[in-house]
């Protein structure tokens, strides 16, 4: 790359400093593919598209090492190279989704509830807090139980914690083989199924249930994915593979609407929920997506009862509270933690919670 | 002082509560059994409502409170502290419910980590981390160390197998950190309990994620005449699309002192031997077998074995288990150190520890988490002998210092506890010390929760410790260590 990064960091920082001085909320921003998410923030804006490259990335060790503004798409692309792929699937939801974004805003695909959460490859990060000081955590090794897990906080964090700066992930290999499979069949049926196969050596990869129809993706080793279609006796589906990346970045049909998305993360075996509107299973049951108009209170209650939390992802009051309000007692822990990296409150001030 | 064990004497049964010196002896230590530390009184709740009663009386009488589980940690992170409290979670030993259709086990803490398998095999589910202790380790201890084990390099750590806790903070507040589904709103505070030592918060029920239980395994052992050459041979099984279940690798010190005492059947002429395990379901373990093997000749092994069937297969595993029993046999004294490495420096690394072991005058063997990079160096030495056992003291910082120093870890799998204080210093500095302390003060304002442990102050980054082990005797030596 062909800035310097330690003058990069050193502007930073500079600026951190500044605003940690005079108060100045700073927005923290990427390629602003995922501005849409949290709540509405007002502040000046951060930019580390400028901080953008691969840094080390050796395909037997399975680590990546990045600048956090480097295109998410310029990673999948090195990776692919190699067979190799981010195992979460991070949605990019537009062109210049970047790295530090998709750890930031902690997001991931259809595969995560069978191989995992961006949180659960994240292996360490670079970060610079809210008093100015450039700290790295974790590391470039998947075993590494040394000090806090700093790096997982941040992961989802919404950028309230800390600038990240430079992620190290741990990546896969892309499956030798990966198949769509599909069947017209009832809601309860689907959640059934999907649930009873996630038990079962099936090489299932992904699992929803979208217009009456339930959708799965199998991957794996070409035998295996063959035996697990005996199995499951499902048609192949018509869709193909395309379905599974369209749903991941919300191009399907369903999200082509003006009304409020809520994303709903709930128990996999939770049954129909008393809220009206339009829904998409996906993740084998654990997260759905509603269209709804259903007031927020009434969304947050019964997702709550259901054991689960609810997100108003796009559309809607984005000035209000979008995630589910926290317990006072755990608000109190998340107040003490920003006040911890960021004691003025200027990263993202309000991105996740008035409160912060 | 008698004031706090009279407190607790009220809220807790007779035999709950533990002060004779005698009866202390038990707890004075974990299985890094070179620190002892007598703590003021023993207590053992039987109930989240005692652990919250206990909680509420250490905090308003400002005493230190050190929960334990099995005690079975190599780090001395359930070491007590002096005058303070030990809170053993021994009897908060139930498995409270079995989810098959969510595939998740609610379990208390002091429940053992073999025993959730055990129950959730009847629905073909299993729990993944297996410490190499998971037949007396709890799943209280295995959160507060993020416990590993040698199928992690496929199946991930506790962090990665657990969806939500149930924990007491020092102030008293009962706090239900995560839940059933797969997220939940605010910070990752799931992930940042994991591995706390105990630090931040009384973990006091635990939800398990169960995994389908792999249909077929298979075992291939393979030798080679250069470490260098059986590093090639994982990078190549890596680079071929094959996570192996497990993927552990050996030195020759190792193979000869594992042979001598088990006679596994291992190559004792080879300078370092490979074994790798398969999983999944039977058309795909039968393909990738074939295919490491061949991957395993192409990089140079002289030799490879696939176990004919799962008695040989146990029986290729069973010298790697018994590596560190093996190596206490060899030696008087040894002390195992837990370095994590970038895997393609292991070459490099395990010459600067023979180079080490030279300049020391000790010898090594060295045992590995082959596909993780995960390194035991058994350093070898005799307490008998004057200043054996500071040269080896000595000689296990420079093996932790040069994992940091190739872009590695002081502790992969056994935890920083009293051990590896000195070293956190290598690997942090004081502003990142500094915030893993604002941190614990984030939850735990008064500092009673384990006090001492995992993080230095910062003066005290030049304390040291190990792992010793005398004439073969491990602390809890029924127990597997590999």
């Not at chain 2, 297969?313 to 970038?342: H, L, Q």
């Amino acid at each position: 790359m062909s800035v310097n990064i330690s003058n990069l960091y050193q502007e930073l920082s500079e600026r951190v400093i500044a605003a940690r001085n005079s108060g100045q909320p700073l927005i923290i921003k990427g390629g602003g593919s995922k501005q849409f998410y949290g709540r509405n923030v007002i502040g000046d804006v951060i930019d580390l598209r400028a901080c953008s490259g691969i840094i080390a990335y050796e395909p037997t060790e399975l680590v990546i090492t990045a600048y956090a503004g480097t295109r998410l798409q310029e990673i999948e692309n090195a990776l692919a190279q190699h067979g190799q792929m981010l195992p979460f699937e991070p949605p990019g939801f537009g062109d210049y989704a970047t790295l530090g974004g998709a750890v930031a805003c902690g997001l991931s695909g259809p595969g995560r509830p069978y191989t995992g959460s961006v949180r659960d490859y994240v292996l360490g990060i670079k970060c610079l807090t809210g008093k100015g000081e450039i700290l790295t955590f974790g590391g470039q090794v998947m075993k590494n139980v040394a000090g806090y897990d700093v790096s997982r906080l941040m992961t989802g964090a919404l950028g309230t914690l800390g600038i990240i700066l430079e992620v190290s992930i741990k990546v896969m290999p892309r499956p030798e083989y990966e198949t769509a499979l599909t069947r017209k069949t009832d809601f309860n049926t689907a959640l059934t199924s999907m649930n009873a196969w996630a038990g079962e050596s099936l090489s299932l990869s992904a699992a929803s249930y979208d217009d009456g129809q339930l959708n799965i993706r199998l991957s794996g080793k070409e035998t295996a994915v063959a035996s697990a279609r005996k199995i499951l006796a499902m048609e192949e589906s018509g869709t193909e593979l395309d379905y599974w990346s369209q749903l991941r970045e919300h191009q399907l049909a369903f999200f082509k609407d003006t009304k409020p998305l809520w994303r709903l993360s709930v128990p996999s075996t939770t049954g129909n929920m008393n809220l009206a509107g339009d829904w998409l299973i996906d993740w084998g049951g654990a997260q759905r997506w509603l269209k709804t108009d259903e007031p927020v209170d009434n969304i947050h209650r019964i997702t709550e009862q259901a054991g689960g939390h609810a997100t108003l992802f796009r559309g809607g009051d984005h000035d209000g509270e979008v995630f589910q309000p926290l317990k006072p007692a755990l608000m109190q822990l998340h107040l003490r933690l920003k006040q911890v990296f960021d004691p003025v409150w200027i990263l993202n001030r309000g991105r996740m919670y008035r409160d912060f | 002082m008698s004031s706090v064990i009279e407190r607790l004497r009220a809220i807790l049964p007779e035999e709950a509560v533990i002060s004779g010196p005698e009866s202390l002896q038990v707890y004075e230590c974990d299985a890094l059994s070179a620190y002892r530390t007598l703590p003021r009184c023993v207590v053992l709740p039987a109930d989240i409502d005692q652990v919250l009663a206990v909680i509420r009386i250490c905090h308003a009488e400002n005493i230190p409170v050190v929960a334990r589980g099995a005690g079975t940690g190599l780090s001395g992170g359930a070491l007590p502290v002096a005058d303070g409290v030990v809170m053993s979670l021994a009897k908060l030993n139930r498995i409270l419910a079995i989810d098959p259709d969510r595939r998740l086990a609610r379990v208390q803490p002091g429940v053992r980590n073999l025993s959730v398998s055990e129950a959730a095999a009847p629905y073909g589910l299993f729990y993944a981390p297996d410490p190499s202790s998971q037949i007396a380790c709890t799943i209280g201890g295995n959160v507060a160390e993020n416990s590993g084990g040698v199928h992690c390099l496929k199946y991930g750590l506790t962090v990665h197998n657990i969806t939500a806790l149930k924990i007491i903070t020092i102030e008293g507040e009962l706090l239900v950190i995560g839940s059933e589904a797969l997220d939940t709103p605010g910070f990752d505070l799931l992930a940042l309990l994991t591995g706390s030592e105990g630090m931040l918060g009384v973990v006091v029920e635990v939800t398990l994620k169960l995994l389908p239980k792999p249909v077929q395994q298979q075992i291939l052992l393979a030798a080679f005449d250069s470490v260098d050459a059986a590093g090639n041979g994982v990078a190549a099984i890596i680079a071929a699309g094959i996570i192996p279940a497990g993927l552990e690798m050996m030195d020759n010190a190792g193979i000869r002192a594992v042979e001598s005492y088990i006679h596994a059947g291992y190559p004792v002429d080879a300078a370092a031997i490979l074994l790798c395990e398969l999983d999944g379901v039977q058309e795909e373990v039968d393909s990738s077998s074939k295919e490491v093997a061949d991957i395993l000749i192409k990089s140079g092994a002289s030799e490879v074995r696939m176990a004919k069937d799962k008695a040989e297969g146990e029986k290729f595993w069973a010298g790697r288990k018994a590596a560190f029993p093996a190596v206490g046999r060899i030696a008087a004294d040894y002390y195992c150190m837990d370095g994590t490495i970038p895997r393609k420096h292991i070459a490099r690394v395990l010459q600067t520890i023979n180079d080490l072991s030279r300049q020391y005058g000790l010898g090594v063997v060295n045992v590995f988490h082959a596909g993780d990079g995960n390194l035991h160096p058994l350093i070898l030495y005799d307490v008998a002998v004057p200043g054996e056992l500071e040269r080896a003291e000595e000689f296990g910082g420079k093996i932790l210092e040069t994992c940091v120093a190739v872009g590695g870890t002081i502790t992969g799998e056994h935890g920083v506890g009293i051990e590896k204080i000195n070293q956190m210093c290598v690997q942090f500095n004081a502003q990142e010390l500094i915030l893993f302390h604002d941190i614990k003060h984030a939850f735990d304002p008064p500092g009673l929760l384990n006090p001492g442990k995992a993080v230095p102050t910062l003066k005290r980054c030049a304390e040291f410790g190990a792992m010793h082990v005398h004439a073969g005797q491990l602390p809890f030596p029924e127990l597997e260590r590999f």
